[in-house]
């Protein structure tokens, strides 16, 4: 299971409306561990990026980056075929990052946990066209 960037962020120190990997600890998301998680490399640069126009500390962010490549799978973005499918999916999404995020679940074939509206919005093209599903921090409380 590919996670996107939102869920990274409490790792920094950034409150989030929903702490997926918080739930996954305390064992209330069912079928799910941390140690099957994956995330995009570009994820890492999200959060740095965040957290610097929300002004948290870089010793925060650094610890943060730091557990996200001991605990996670991290996946390069610059592999041709996820820049490939992410080239694709701009004709659905204008945020290029949400793209490789995407791309990177697909390529992976690995179902992708998002809080994204515009994913989500699309999220029926997605799962027809690519074969993996999109969910959502309520829909693995379910």
Do not use: W
């Not at 120190?13 to 799910?32: C, M, S, T, Y």
């Not at 640069?45 to 605990?71: C, D, M, N, T, Y």
């Not at 075929?81 to 791309?103: G, P």
């Amino acid at each position: 299971m590919i996670i996107d960037t939102t869920y990274l962020l409490p790792l920094a120190r950034i409150g989030v409306r929903h702490d997926l990997l918080r739930a996954i600890v305390e064992g209330r998301v069912q079928g799910v561990s941390l140690s099957k998680l994956g995330v995009s490399l570009i994820s890492l640069f999200e959060l740095q990026a965040k957290a610097a126009k929300l002004g948290i500390p870089p010793e925060h962010v650094a610890r943060a980056v730091r557990a996200i490549l001991k605990s996670f799978m991290v996946i390069p973005f610059y592999s041709t075929k996820i820049i490939e499918t992410a080239h694709e999916l701009r004709t659905l999404m204008s945020d290029y990052i949400d793209c490789v995020i995407v791309a990177t679940a697909v390529v992976t074939g690995e179902d992708l946990v998002t809080e994204d509206t515009v994913i989500h919005e699309n999220s029926e093209h997605i799962e027809k066209k690519y074969g993996i599903r999109v969910l959502s921090y309520n829909k693995l409380m379910r």
